[in-house]
Nanobody, 128 residues
Framework: QVQLVESGGGSVQAGGSLRLSCAAS????????MGWFRQAPGKEREGVAA????????YYADSVKGRFTISQDNAKNTLYLQMNSLKPEDTAMYYC?????????????????????WGQGTQVTVSS
């Protein structure tokens, strides 16, 4: 069965960095979407970044552009999220997920597509 296990969360000061990892198993890693999401208390879950594993195309929320980088190691079936210049508002539980691309705006995209497999989450806390 599909299993996604996040790691790398922790507590850092504003301006610091963390790299989250998501180890995937139970499925063939390729030609699908992998994404990072986050949810803070009292807020809706939001997409942070996504990548289409087949092409490597990436997508980012405006709030993290220029600070976060999503990447993958296909050989290791592992997804990463490098988070730099962290801000207190980045504090949240971070989840990785697998989903399918959707056809929107004339292209296939992983942004706001359907994600149906989720990891357990890893907590990121950024203090000021």
């Amino acid at each position: 069965q599909v299993q996604l296990v996040e790691s790398g969360g922790g507590s850092v000061q504003a301006g610091g960095s963390l790299r989250l990892s998501c180890a995937a198993s139970g499925f063939i890693y390729g030609r699908h979407c992998m994404g990072w999401f986050r949810q803070a208390p009292g807020k809706e879950r939001e997409g942070v970044a996504a990548i289409y594993t087949g092409s490597g195309n990436t997508y980012y929320a405006d709030s993290v552009k220029g600070r976060f980088t999503i990447s993958q190691d296909n050989a290791k079936n592992t997804l990463y999220l490098q988070m730099n210049s962290l801000k207190p508002e980045d504090t949240a539980m971070y989840y990785c997920a697998r989903g399918l691309s959707i056809y929107r705006g004339g292209v296939y995209t992983c942004w706001r597509s359907e994600y149906n497999y989720w990891g357990q989450g890893t907590q990121v806390t950024v203090s000021s």
